[in-house]
């Protein structure tokens, strides 16, 4: 409230804070000073901060008898001052910043009470503060924290005199201290919030993934990045087990509960690699770092985790790893013995057939070649990629038959770690080597059931699954598929799905087998010789006219095959510059073989057309050479396959290992070629 100037006024503490004890009380009446620090204790005990400073203020106007009081601060440092609290008259003013140079608050900077019983008006003109109000009698305290430095002061100013007084001064030096204390917790409390923060922005805005899990795996607290990385809200994260953002296969599982043990034993894990799920399905690769905490009394508490993202590079390692997978299988291929170039012949009907490779190949369509075995499928397909869009990406080849029948879907479709026993690492499958390419399946009839209804779904939706994987694998690759079966018997047979030849035989394309284009014989003896002659070593400057004839007659069961295998044998026999085939280097003449296999049926007529009358001057065949030609013939005409209800003891109604003594005994091995 306000007060009428009193020129006899002095720094002792105001009278009119009484004790408020009665005459005659038992407890002896205590000092003034006492009474008015008892007042402003009282006064500001329930307050902190802002609402502190406005009450010190007033009780310190109070109990000094002044008009003015101003608690301040050094925000930036001295001369920069800022009030905090200001008390005028009778209320709290607004708060205001000024530069003490020319004031007296200046000399506080050397730490020491600042005070000035009259005249502060007249002596201190640029003090705007001081000078509006008409200040005559100043007195003012730094505030020191515990290293010595200032951080603000406490100071009264009035329009009357004020005089020294130790123990107004010893009393305005205590409101100072208090003062003082609650600054520094301010300062306090504002670094940590600043800290908090920087630290909050840190956390929310790094680009590592932080998230706090409790011991029942749920998660506790996580950050913007790790939202953005599995693709939630943070509303959606807390609270969820950390656990089920895994893959559910059996490597994710296992790893997951090796992380969960080491959480629960409280150990640290650094630099593990896990896959995640994100909330889209799509794979996230992170390297994991776990801190765990500790209560007071060594409990294992929620622990910390840090996630940094590694998708790219495991994508990244994973192409690398599939492009030298394709480096070592092209380098392979390229020694293979066939090749586009190696299409040898001018006959009518192989002509029909190039002119069909050259009407589907700029297409993507599924292409089946059929034909006896030998006739070269692989080479037509080979031809029909390298004439394609795809031509500059990998043409894979897969012989369906050679494969085991346990892992042919691993091989075709590929598996993830632990999928099966001694799966120790992912594997990718043929298919995802031919990504963007071309797909060979060489014998696609031999194909189980169970993995043609995989291929089905490869041809229609362009996806698959690896063995032990959770998501499809999406895959745009042409497929070109070959048999010496004829598959509509198979579907017949249900040995093969109707669904499935229907795919695969969108265009089909049926190689002639030699006997139908001799003309093309001369031109692929004179090609194959030339090649032999560079192997072994012996120069050669054509083929006798009587061979030549004889190998245009013969009628070439194996085709090609048959004819290289016959050849080679011949350049190896070869004595003189010419080469003349032995009428003995070629099997007796035999009815053409079909795409099947012949029945047991047919072996009795083989035998027969084997004792055939020669022509006059011929030796007869001994026994065993016919015998020995009927085995050859069979065994060519199963492509070597000597088990199984197609192979060669089948056919010949033998036990598989007495064809295999008889064999022996006759001298009769697959060729190399």
Avoid at 576 to 597: K, M
């Amino acid at each position: 409230m306000a007060r009428k100037p009193d020129p006899t006024r002095s720094m002792t503490p105001s009278r009119g804070l009484a004790t408020g004890r009665g005459e005659g009380s038992a407890v002896p009446p205590e000092s003034d000073e006492l009474h008015a620090l008892r007042e402003v204790v009282e006064g500001t005990a329930a307050g902190v901060g802002r609402e502190f400073f406005h009450s010190l203020v007033r009780h310190v106007s109070e109990a000094l008898d002044v008009r003015y009081a101003i608690v301040a601060e050094f925000p930036k440092g001295p001369p920069h001052v800022r009030t905090i609290a200001f008390w005028e008259c009778d209320r709290v003013s607004d708060n205001f910043e000024y530069d003490f140079t020319g004031t007296p608050c200046a000399e506080i900077v050397r730490g020491g009470l600042v005070h000035y019983a009259a005249g502060v008006s007249r002596l201190f003109p640029r003090a705007a503060p001081l000078v509006e109000r008409g200040a005559e009698g100043y007195m003012a305290v730094p505030f020191l924290n515990g290293a010595g430095n200032i951080l603000g002061h406490l100071a009264v100013f009035d329009r009357r005199p004020m005089p020294a007084e130790p123990r107004g001064i010893s009393f305005f030096r205590i409101f100072a201290a208090r003062a003082t204390a609650e600054l520094e917790r301010l300062w306090a409390e504002r670094r940590l919030a600043e800290s908090e923060a920087r630290y909050r922005d840190l956390y929310e805005n790094a680009p590592t993934a932080y998230l706090v899990v409790g011991t029942d795996g749920r998660i506790v607290s996580a950050n913007r990045r790790l939202a953005e990385l599995l693709g939630f809200r943070v509303e959606e994260l807390v609270g969820a087990v950390v656990h089920s953002f895994l893959p559910d296969t059996p490597a994710g599982k296992a790893r997951s509960l090796e992380v969960y043990r080491k959480h629960l034993a409280g150990e640290p894990v650094s630099g593990w690699e896990l896959e995640f799920r994100r909330k889209d399905g799509r794979p996230v690769w992170v390297h994991v770092w776990m801190v765990p905490g500790r209560g007071e009394d060594g409990t294992v508490q929620a622990s910390r985790s840090f996630f940094v993202d590694i998708t790219d590079q495991v994508l990244a390692e994973r192409e690398r790893a599939r492009l030298q997978q394709q480096n070592v299988y092209l380098q392979e291929e390229i020694k293979a013995a066939h090749n586009f170039e190696e299409i040898i012949g001018r006959s009518p009907a192989l002509a029909n057939v190039l002119a069909e490779v050259g009407r589907v190949a700029p297409t993507d369509v599924t292409v089946l070649i059929t034909g006896e075995t030998g006739t070269g499928k692989e080479v037509i397909a080979r031809a029909i990629h390298s004439a394609s869009r795809r031509s500059d990406k990998p043409l894979i080849k897969v012989n369906c038959a050679a494969l085991p029948a346990g892992l042919v879907e691993s091989e075709l479709f590929g598996h993830e770690r632990g999928a099966f026993t001694g799966a120790i690492a992912r594997r990718l499958g043929r298919f995802e080597l031919a990504d963007a390419g071309t797909i060979f399946l060489d014998e696609v009839g031999e194909l189980p059931l169970d993995t043609q209804a995989k291929l089905l779904r490869v041809l229609q939706e362009r996806e698959f699954d690896r063995l032990g994987g959770t998501a499809p694998v999406k895959v745009d690759v042409r497929v070109i598929a070959a048999t010496n079966r004829d598959l509509l018997a198979e579907v017949r047979d249900r040995r093969f799905r109707e669904d499935l030849h229907y795919r695969l035989n969108v265009f089909p394309v049926r190689l002639p087998p030699l006997r139908e284009r001799r003309d093309d014989i001369p031109l692929l003896v004179h090609f194959l010789l030339g090649r032999f002659a560079a192997r072994v070593g012996k120069p050669f400057d054509g083929v006798t006219r009587r061979t030549m004839q004889r190998l245009q007659e013969y009628p070439w069961p194996g085709n090609v095959r048959e004819l290289e295998n016959v050849l080679e044998r011949a350049v190896i026999l070869a004595t003189g510059p010419t080469l003349d085939i032995a009428p003995d280097l070629l099997p007796n003449p035999v009815p053409a073989p079909v795409c099947e296999p012949p029945s047991a049926a047919a072996a009795p007529q083989d035998a027969a057309l084997a004792a055939a009358p020669r022509t006059p001057g011929q030796t007869p065949p001994s026994l065993e050479a016919v015998e020995r030609d009927h085995i050859l013939v069979v065994l060519r005409q199963t492509n070597w396959i000597i088990t199984g209800p197609r192979g060669a003891a089948r056919l010949l109604g033998l036990h598989a290992n007495t064809l295999r003594s008889r064999m022996k005994k006759l001298g009769i091995a697959r060729p190399a070629h």
